[in-house]
């Protein structure tokens, strides 16, 4: 019903930037909490940020002042621009939706490798 797909990822030059991209569909992201997750070989899944359907917005520490998650409600789509990227960013993203009764849905996930 829910489905999701990233794309936007790449190698890119420590210092340099991406915007990723997860397209929804099977429910409004309107609607909906969103958020980006990372992980990186040998880590957990970390919440790198997260927008709710409100328009709130949060941050993992490491990325506030360099990362903006957005949302884009006639295209169901929701963007994580990445500016100053840092090697320590590299890692597989992954957009998640929350939708009813708290289920969560994944997309594939889009690799994002920083290179210094």
């Known amino acids: 019903q829910v489905q999701l797909v990233e794309s936007g990822g790449g190698l890119v030059q420590a210092g340099g930037s991406l915007r990723l991209s997860c397209a929804a569909s099977g429910r409004a992201v309107s609607i909906s909490t969103m958020g980006w997750y990372r992980q990186a070989p040998g880590k957990e899944r970390e919440l790198v940020a997260e927008?709710?359907?409100?328009?709130?917005?949060s941050y993992e520490e490491s990325v506030k002042g360099r990362f903006t998650i957005s949302r884009d409600n006639a295209k169901n789509t929701v963007y994580l621009q990445m500016n100053s990227l840092k090697p320590e960013d590299t890692g597989v993203y992954y957009c998640?939706?929350?939708?009813?009764?708290?289920?969560?849905?994944w997309g594939q996930g889009t690799q994002v490798t920083v290179s210094s």
């Open positions: 927008v709710s359907s409100g328009g709130s917005t």
């Open positions: 998640k939706l929350i939708g009813s009764s708290w289920l969560d849905y």
